[in-house]
């Protein structure tokens, strides 16, 4: 007598419920790039902040970070001071040696100073318009992301 190949009706429907588990619970989070890339680029952010900062007091230079609605890009100065004042001639190499920008067409930045700019001095402290001027401590928010970029322009603090 010759047995019959195939899958037995348990086989199948444990196999029917696993995938029925998979796409409720895990293929929504997994598919949600929109929740991925907010966290991502709020991440991408901090280090490019905290990267400033470290930047600026390491390099004894003036460190400018210029947002838009979608980018953060980092600039250093030539010379300290910089000549003229207020001025970042100079892209910033990350650490991989290409121009520092974090971009993300999908996610939104608010809460930056009204100009667009935070300048990291060489003292470590951070303002919205340029040296000797009025030290910066606020909030940045990320789209999507639920906690803010909280920056401390008297310490130079960036959480």
Do not use: W
């Not at 190499?93 to 009204?114: E, H, I, L, N, T």
């Amino acid at each position: 007598m010759s047995r019959a190949h195939g899958f037995t009706l348990v086989e199948l429907i444990v196999v029917m419920v696993v995938l029925g588990i998979l796409s409720a619970i895990a293929l929504p989070r997994i598919m949600d790039s929109r929740a991925l890339a907010s966290a991502v680029f709020y991440a991408d952010v901090v280090g490019a902040l905290r990267f400033a900062q470290k930047s600026a007091v390491g390099h004894r230079r003036l460190v400018c970070a210029s947002f838009t609605a979608t980018t953060v890009t980092l600039a250093i100065a030539g010379s300290n001071p910089p000549v003229p004042p207020n001025t970042c001639n100079t892209p910033l190499a990350s650490p991989d040696g290409a121009p520092y920008q974090s971009k993300d067409g999908s996610v939104r930045v608010s809460g930056y100073p009204a100009g667009g700019v935070l300048y990291f001095h060489p003292v470590g402290t951070i303002s919205s318009d340029g040296p000797g001027a009025t030290l910066f401590s606020g909030n940045i928010a990320v789209t999507g992301h639920g906690a803010a970029i909280k920056i401390d322009g008297a310490t130079g603090y960036v959480e």
